[in-house]
């Protein structure tokens, strides 16, 4: 088959990118985007995607926010801003809503707040 007769493979799962690190008291973006097995995203995808946010410290009352725990695949990224007011790591889950989207979900963990880590 040549290469103009070759189809664009669709995406396979999402991916969470991340900053480093999210500083005290300072808003970040983190970007949602459908990927392919090659790694490439797919501009196809405008999936809407649930977003969890789990503390691994402070369970009860994290002072880590995501802006929004929903984001529309637009081309097949999305952002949403994240805030952190407190030292922690935090694990961020990203989930097609459709749940026959064939999209595999995704996880990543992110440090936030002061280093050392303080109060």
């Known amino acids: 088959m040549e290469d103009s007769q070759k189809t664009a493979k669709g995406a396979t799962k999402l991916i969470v990118r991340v900053p480093s690190y999210v500083h005290h008291g300072e808003k970040e973006t983190i970007t949602i985007m459908a990927v392919n097995s090659d ?3 797919d501009k196809t995808r405008n999936d809407e ?3 969890m946010l789990t503390p691994m410290y402070k ?5 880590v926010r995501l802006q929004s725990n929903l984001a ?4 097949g990224e ?3 801003d994240i805030t952190s007011e407190e030292s922690d790591f935090v ?3 990203a989930f097609c809503k459709d749940k026959n989207a064939g999209l595999e979900p995704y996880s ?5 707040g002061g280093f050392p880590f303080h109060r």
């Open 78 to 80: 999305a952002t949403v």
């Open 59 to 63: 369970v009860d009352d994290s002072k």
């Open 91 to 93: 694990k961020i889950e």
């Open 72 to 75: 529309k695949l637009v081309n």
């Open 49 to 51: 995607i649930e977003l």
């Open 108 to 112: 990543v963990l992110l440090a936030t």
């Open 39 to 41: 790694g490439q995203v």
